[in-house]
């Protein structure tokens, strides 16, 4: 049943608590450096003997200029010089991972993020293209995107982008208001996102995600309201809507928003419950978490028939692929291993120099992870957990093995937002706002309150 706007309201208020996103299970937080560069060595080797489909990111870390907000790992430079340099040491890491992996693993997905991917020039996008399909064997129905800052991107860009094989894009907006945007530091008129994603489809890349945010500094329902229908104007495939979290201990940028200008939690709490009833009556319907997406685009299908996944990137289609991150602090993430790549531009690089892969940290899933991971991610992407496909999955009794969470549970199902069923654990619609609450009563290290650091609020 759903809930009228009031209770749904007093539910956010009750639930909202700081809680991992669950792009994966265990979270980066859990990855060590101190690991045993033998165990390591092992499984990639083990890797390198296997053919496995492959989703490839490559992290291009560079902006021209600061947005406030921003939480991303970047460096704010003009000097495109840095994209030569930057594209030598991916030369030398491509050649690396290329011992890690068998030759003939098909590649599926790739992603360009950042940063600003399209800081390299046509040419440097060129050279990574070359790069890209001369050191892997790309699939011919490769989904291949890109993330777009639509203030720094040329026609010859696309050109480049599409040549290679982009064939999706995801564009930074935000917010269209002027106020928001200079409160932001991110002055992008809204003629420019429209010729960008004209742009697009006129060079074939035709499956557009815009990315917006609410509870940012001068923003209120009202402005938001419009923000959505400006680019609604534009017909984008997909909507990632993010909830602004403010941690400015962790994200030094933040330090320049003017608090005063923050919208109070419950105008912050109006622009989300607006923005969901707001989106599906435009014809986008509700994946989870922030996510949007036309009834017939890819998305809508796989949350549809189940086959819905998550991973580094959000919500994704590609099942069980193995994720390999290229780039300073990108993020790899396979079946039983998870490792990050230096963050330390310098550092990167010198280990590149010294001819190692320049990982950082890493973890080890054990048996006890990959179970929570199954059960997290179900949670996440099919908002329901059958007991007996578990234990045909698995070989094991769900209601006996998480009897404690079920007992966790129970102040949600009265609040309406799971059903403990005799066969299942069903999340309701009005749930599906909660997804991240209710898989944090499965996250063993929260319950360990190990590594505690500061994430973002759950709704
Ligand atoms: S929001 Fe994007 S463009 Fe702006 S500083 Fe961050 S990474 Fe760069």
Redesign the pocket.
Known sequence: MMKNKIETLELIKKYTVSGPRYTSYPTAVQFTDSFDDALLKRSLDERSQKIIPLSLYFHIPF?????W????T?I?TRDKNRGDVYLDYLEKEIKLVQKTIHQKSPVKQIHFG???PTFLTPVQLQRLGKLIHSGFSVHENVEFSV?I?PR?VEEDHIKALREMGCNRASL?VQDTNEAVQEAIH?IQPFHQTKTVTELLRKHGIKDINFDLIYGLPKQSSSTFYKTIDDVVSLNPDRFAVYSYAHLPSMMP?QKLLNENDFPSTHEKLSMMMMTIERLPELGYEFIGMDHFAKKEDELSRALENGTLQRNFQGYSTHAKLEMIALGMSGISQGDNLYYQNEKDLARYYAMLDDGKLPIKKVLSLSAEDKLRRTIIMQIMCKATINYDDFAAETGLNFKELFSDELEMLKPMEADGLVLLLKDRLFITNPGRLFLRNIAMVFDEYLKKKTNRVSYSSTV
């Open positions: 902006c021209f200029s600061l947005c907000y921003c939480g991303c970047k704010i950042g940063g600003t993330e800052d720094r930074g991110r940028a």
